[in-house]
């Protein structure tokens, strides 16, 4: 497959925003300004970025959820809320996602997110279906997800709810890293996702995953730059160089995935304070388990039944390995991806027949 070339017209600058303690990326405009409505709002960034996506009015939009009625909401994240809605043209069932309009942050991210997602196109990521850019209003339109996040399943389960089976864990975690793995070595230039977490992978009817919310998304380091600079991120999902220094890697994207790992194989959150003090922090109680595979049973979520032994420490090696201290021995997505490819398969038989070379080098290491 061809690595998908964005057309860059901008370069980023950084501004602090002290009220979120985050900081927000400010565009430069180094050619011709963006198109503006009447009212002087800044259009779109369609012009020059060949934007394969369908063009909605307000109306459209706001028909397709009855208004944006309390009953179609789907969630409220950092950027705006998500409605389930249905185009009266087509009758396709949708995920509308309506920006915050206070703030420049929400011009920001649907720049970023549209460009984005429209030139990305992969089985494993959230197909966007189209954007509004009517005056003020931003909202994007995307497939929408029938089995909602993946914290649904595993962190946020009720007493009647079936848990998901082993190999269902197992099928999400290698969807979630050949998106993954499509960002950083196939898209041209190489896409940092920035803010990968369980309520990001989202699930179709057959519970194969997508990543979603690009509005966190931000390209990757070209030419001799090895990081990029930011301060947004999520509470709790934060690779040890990003919390020190506000750089972000592919490998800080690869330390975000193992903790995903993690909470599949283990049913908890990464941080969890209505646990006992020793437990509440993931990482903290499952590392030292890493060092013992006749431990590794110790951190399975007590609600999974059957699961294959060869099975639980290939998962647990990646894990390990991509919650690795230092970013340079993390492995690449594609090694993920690699190491992941047999679990996915419903066959137990065939997991008992993986190496272990994997597992070796994670026992080297963490030992």
Known sequence: ?????????????????SRNSKIHEVTKWHESPPEKTPNGKIQNDIGNANIAAETFMFLELASATKNFRREYLLGDGGFGRVYKGCLEKTGQIVAIKQLDRIGFEGHQEFLVEVRTLSLLRH???????????????????????????LVDHVLDISPDQKPLS????????HGAARGLEYLHEKANPPVIYRDLKSSN?????NFDAKLSDFGLAKLGPTGEKAH????VATYGYCAPEYAKTGQLTLKSDVYNFGMVM????TGRRIVDTTRPTNEQNLIAWATPVFRDQKRFPEIVDPLLENYPAKGLSQAVAVAAMCLQEEPLVRPLMSDVVAALSSLAIEDSASN?????????QVLARVG
């Not at 992978?201 to 009817?205: K, Q, S, Y």
């Not at 993690?262 to 194989?265: A, F, K, Q, S, V």
């Not at 027949?353 to 070796?360: A, G, T, V």
Request: charged share 25%; hydrophobic share 40%.
């Open 1 to 17: 497959m061809s690595r998908p070339h964005f057309p860059l017209k901008k370069s980023f600058s950084l501004c602090p925003v």
């Open 123 to 149: 089985e494993n990521l959230v197909k966007l279906i189209g954007y509004c850019a009517d005056g003020d209003q931003r909202l994007l339109v995307y497939e929408h997800m029938a089995k909602g996040s």
């Open 166 to 173: 082993w190999h269902s864990r197992m099928k999400i975690a």
């Open 201 to 205: 992978i989202l699930l179709d009817e």
């Open 228 to 231: 990029v600079s930011s301060r």
């Open 262 to 265: 993690l909470e599949l194989i």
């Open 352 to 360: 008992d027949s993986l190496s272990d070379d994997f597992e070796c």
